[in-house]
C-alpha cells in the first residue's frame, strides 16, 4: 500500500492511497464506508471519518495502530469498489478518486513540525570512489536538515548563489511511525511507518578541496551549509508502508539525469541497516512520529552515490517498490 499527501483543484490538503493509476481520498473513502458499509448516519459519518484518517498524514501517522487499521480498512474497500474510469463521491457530495494528473502530489509528511535526520557515508563506495575515511563501525555520519530545505516531487530545485557545482544522490527515507528512545535494533521496525524517496542535493563546490585529497570531503566545517539550501531535498512521492516491503535491506535505487542512469546502489550494501540506524539515531535522541530518516548516498564503484546536475536538468530518483521523484533544475 502507498500512501501521499495531495491538493485537489480546490487547494485543500488531503492524503490518499494508490488505487490503479490514480489516487483516491482516504477521508471521503472512509465517509462512504462508514455510510455503505455500517449504516451510520451520513452527517455523522463526516465527523467520523475526519478523527478516524484526518488530512494530515502527521496526524495520521501519530495515532499509530490505531490509524494504520483504519488506513488498511479503507483502502482495502476502496480497492474493492472504485472502478476504473468511473468516478466516486462521499455520501455528502466530495470527490474520492482521482487521476494523478487532477491533483498535486506533495511530499508526503508536509507539516514543518516533524524532523529531518540526515545520514551520510552509510554506503562502502564512498570510500572506495572517494577515498573517504568512513566512520567506526556501527556508526554513520550525522545531520539535522531545516524544513525549508525539503519539497515535493515535481517542484523546482533552485540554483544556489552560493555554490558552482551541485551534485544529486538517491537515498532510502525512512518515515518513523511512533516516537521511542533507546530503541534495540531488534525492535527498531515496530517503530517505521513506512519508506519514501528521497534526492539528496549538495552545493558540492563548497566541499572541494577540504581534507585530504581534491576529491574528499571535510569532516566539518561547511557540510551543512552545503546541504541545508532551500529546495534541496526534494521528498516523495509516496510512503510505502513497512507492511509493503518485506526486506527494507533488498531495495534497489537508481538516479537518472535527463533519462541516463548516472547512480545505482542497493540497501543491502548499507554499513548500518536500517534497523541499526535506528538504534544509534535513538541511543540519546527521542525519535517521534513523522520524523524522517535520510539513509545515506546510494551507489557502487561503477555509479558513484553523487552525480552533478546543472540549470535545465531533470532529476529521477528511483527506489523498487516505492516510486519515482521527479524534480527539475531552474535558475
Not at 105 to 131: M, S
Amino acid at each position: 500500500m502507498k500512501v501521499a499527501s495531495f491538493t485537489s483543484h480546490g487547494g485543500d490538503l488531503r492524503i490518499g492511497v494508490k488505487v490503479g493509476d490514480g489516487i483516491a481520498d482516504l477521508t471521503a473513502a472512509l465517509e462512504k464506508y462508514l455510510v455503505d458499509e455500517g449504516g451510520t448516519d451520513p452527517a455523522y459519518a463526516i465527523e467520523v471519518a475526519a478523527e478516524r484518517l484526518p488530512n494530515s498524514m502527521l496526524d495520521l501517522i501519530k495515532r499509530e495502530e490505531e490509524g494504520q487499521a483504519d488506513l488498511r480498512l479503507t483502502a482495502a474497500y476502496i480497492s474493492r469498489v472504485a472502478q476504473k474510469g468511473k468516478t466516486l463521491f462521499s455520501p455528502c457530495g466530495d470527490k474520492i478518486t482521482y487521476g494523478l494528473e487532477e491533483v498535486t502530489l506533495l511530499t508526503p509528511v508536509p507539516q514543518l513540525d516533524r524532523r529531518i535526520f540526515n545520514l551520510e557515508y552509510n554506503y562502502p563506495a564512498y570510500e572506495k570512489v572517494y577515498g573517504t575515511i568512513p566512520p567506526k563501525d556501527g556508526t554513520t555520519a550525522m545531520f539535522m536538515m531545516d524544513p525549508e530545505t525539503i519539497s515535493g516531487p515535481g517542484n523546482a530545485i533552485k540554483w544556489p548563489t552560493t555554490a558552482t557545482e551541485v551534485t544529486s544522490a538517491v537515498e532510502l527515507g525512512i518515515i518513523v511511525g511512533k516516537d521511542g528512545k533507546r530503541i534495540p535494533e531488534s525492535r527498531a521496525l515496530d517503530h517505521v511507518f513506512g519508506y519514501t524517496i528521497v534526492n539528496d542535493l549538495t552545493g558540492i563546490s563548497i566541499l572541494r578541496g577540504m581534507g585530504p585529497g581534491d576529491l574528499c570531503l571535510p569532516n566539518g566545517f561547511y557540510f551543512t551549509r552545503a546541504m541545508i539550501m532551500d529546495t534541496f531535498q526534494p521528498v516523495g512521492p509516496f510512503i510505502a508502508l513497512k507492511d509493503e516491503i518485506g526486506n527494507p535491506q533488498a531495495l534497489k535505487g537508481e538516479l537518472r539525469v535527463n533519462g541516463k542512469a548516472v547512480s545505482k546502489g542497493n540497501t543491502k550494501d548499507m554499513r548500518c541497516s536500517v534497523a541499526k540506524l535506528i538504534e544509534f539515531l535513538s541511543q540519546d535522541i527521542t525519535l517521534q512520529a513523522g520524523d524522517l530518516i535520510s539513509t545515506g548516498a546510494m551507489g557502487t564503484d561503477a555509479f558513484p552515490p553523487e552525480a552533478s546536475v546543472v540549470v535545465g536538468d531533470t532529476i529521477e530518483a528511483e527506489i523498487t517498490e516505492i516510486g519515482v521523484l521527479r524534480n527539475s533544475v531552474v535558475a
